[in-house]
C-alpha cells in the first residue's frame, strides 16, 4: 500500500537534546512537508522541499533542521536550540502538477520533553 | 500571503442533527481549498477539496462544502451527524505558485452527543 509513515509514534526529549523524527513516502511525491500542531493552533509550517537536495525554510524553522537526500525520505531534526518543541509533528507529501495541491498526511509523532 | 479563519472553535451537536462548521479565507490570488478531518492522535484526512468547477463539493463520509467565492467562504456541512463524526476538523488553502504549501484555520471540534 501507497503512504506515509512517520516514526516514532511517541518520542522523549531530555533538555539539550537533539533528536530526528523520520519521515518516508513510497507515493513518488516532488514535494515534501513538516507541520507541528499545538492545541488550538491549527498547523504551522516549518520546512518544505519540492526537489532532492533542495528545502526551504517555512513560517517557523528556527530550531529545526530537515535533509533531502532521498526523493522518498524527508526526516526532521528538533535541535537543542528549540526552545519549546513539545508539540504533534505531521509530515505530508504532494505532486507538484498545477491543480493538484493536495496533501497526503502520516500518522504524526508526538514530541515530548522532559 | 492566504490566511483561514475558522470561526467556530467547538461545535456541539445531537447525534442525527445537521451540522454546518464555517471557514472563511483571504487570498488576493485564486486559491483550491481544502476541508481535512482529525481524530485523536492521528495524521489528516482529506474530506473533500475545490480546485475548480461546480462551486458544490462532495465528499466521503456523506460531507459536502460550497465554494463562495464573492463571500471568500467554504463552509462544510452533513444533514446528518453519527457518533463517529466526533473529530477534528480542518480548513486549508493553497495556491499554485510558490511553496504550495497549506495554509490552516485554526481548527474545529465537532462533538456528536447521543
Given at each position: 500500500d501507497g503512504g506515509i509513515t512517520q516514526s516514532p509514534k511517541y518520542l522523549f526529549r531530555k533538555e539539550g537534546q537533539n533528536v530526528t523524527l523520520s519521515c518516508e513516502q513510497n507515493?513518488?511525491?516532488d514535494a515534501m512537508y513538516w507541520y507541528r500542531q499545538d492545541p488550538g493552533q491549527g498547523l504551522r509550517l516549518i520546512y518544505y522541499s519540492q526537489i532532492v537536495n533542495d528545502f526551504q525554510k517555512g513560517d517557523i524553522a528556527e530550531g529545526y533542521s530537515v535533509s533531502r537526500e532521498k526523493k522518498e525520505s524527508f526526516p526532521l531534526t528538533v535541535t537543542s536550540?528549540?526552545?519549546?518543541?513539545t508539540a504533534f509533528y505531521l509530515c505530508a507529501s504532494s505532486i507538484l502538477d498545477r491543480g493538484h495541491n493536495e496533501q497526503f498526511f502520516g500518522p504524526g509523532t508526538r514530541l515530548t520533553v522532559l | 500571503a492566504q490566511s483561514v479563519t475558522q470561526l467556530d472553535s467547538q461545535v456541539p451537536v445531537f447525534e442525527e442533527a445537521p451540522v454546518e462548521l464555517r471557514c472563511n479565507y483571504s487570498s488576493s490570488v485564486s486559491v483550491y481549498l481544502f476541508w481535512y478531518v482529525q481524530y485523536p492522535n492521528q495524521g489528516l484526512q482529506l474530506l473533500l477539496k475545490y480546485?475548480?468547477?461546480?462551486?458544490l463539493v462532495k465528499g466521503i463520509n456523506g460531507f459536502e462544502a460550497e465554494f463562495n467565492k464573492s463571500q471568500t467562504s467554504f463552509h462544510l456541512r452533513k444533514p446528518s451527524v453519527h457518533i463517529s463524526d466526533t473529530a477534528e476538523y480542518f480548513c486549508a488553502v493553497s495556491v499554485?505558485?510558490?511553496?504550495?504549501a497549506l495554509t490552516f484555520g485554526s481548527g474545529t471540534r465537532l462533538q456528536v452527543q447521543p
Open positions: 507515493l513518488n511525491h536550540a528549540q526552545k519549546n518543541p | 480546485l475548480s468547477g461546480s462551486t499554485d505558485t510558490g511553496r504550495r
